[in-house]
């Protein structure tokens, strides 16, 4: 894992609780399972363990009064550019929670899901308290809002994080969000627009990527 960031260190400890079920294949834009996905679907998809990029290059940030959030998508055609290191510890955080994810699905009867891991974080003296419901991203037309949260740190309930502490949870829309499209995310006021822009970061990482693994072969 790159640097020694609260927030990495978060995610670091709750990667160790991973399962050993595997998910099924993802498609790129799309959520945690597609039946019946496209030939198209696999083009943004680029072999894994030759990227380069760290968990920040791809975070969406936004600030409200002192607290910061960031969310980072866990689609297979975004965190296979992540150095290999970070795209094992995303990749295995997603697959701990397989059980939960095909009840979901299930449950909802959606054929897609697309799952954002999310923290909260603080650096303003005393607390601040956070609303998990109020982030929503906006993306191919419409306003997607979470249709679970799922809650990775101990407090996370709670809703409230202290000065330098981490909350993070996992953030399950509905898989029609398509992170290959602009997108922007909110949380109660603030917006971030980011998104385009760590788009191309990332498109020019598969390229890359693609190039690393033609080399290797």
């Known amino acids: ?42 083009m943004q998809l680029v072999p894994a363990g030759f ?32 150095s290999p290191d970070s795209y094992t510890a995303l990749s295995d955080l997603l697959k701990s929670q397989t ?10 009867a959606l054929p897609r899901l697309s799952v954002w891991y999310v923290s909260f974080f603080s650096q303003e003296v005393g607390e601040a308290r956070y609303s998990p419901l109020e982030l929503i991203i906006t ?26 502490e981490v909350q993070s949870a996992l953030y399950v829309f509905d898989g029609q969000l398509d992170v290959n499209q602009p997108l922007v995310v909110a949380y109660e006021t603030a917006r971030a627009t980011t998104w385009p822009a760590i788009l191309q970061r990332i498109e020019r990482e598969r390229a890359l990527v693609r190039s690393r693994a033609g080399s290797r072969s």
């Open 1 to 42: 894992m790159e640097g020694a960031d609260p927030m990495t260190r978060a995610l670091a400890v709750t990667a160790t609780l991973c399962i050993a079920a595997c998910l099924p294949a993802t498609p790129a834009g799309g959520g945690l399972a597609a039946p019946g996905a496209t030939a198209a679907d696999s």
């Open 51 to 82: 990227g380069s990029l760290k968990q920040d290059d791809i975070a969406v940030r936004v600030s409200q009064f002192g607290l910061r959030v960031r969310a980072i998508p866990l689609d297979e055609s975004v965190i296979r550019v992540l």
């Open 99 to 108: 059980e939960r994810l095909t009840e979901l699905s299930r449950r909802t």
């Open 139 to 164: 993306n191919v037309g419409r306003d997607f809002r979470p249709i679970d949260v799922i809650g990775l740190s101990p407090g996370f309930g709670l809703q409230r994080v202290r000065q330098r």
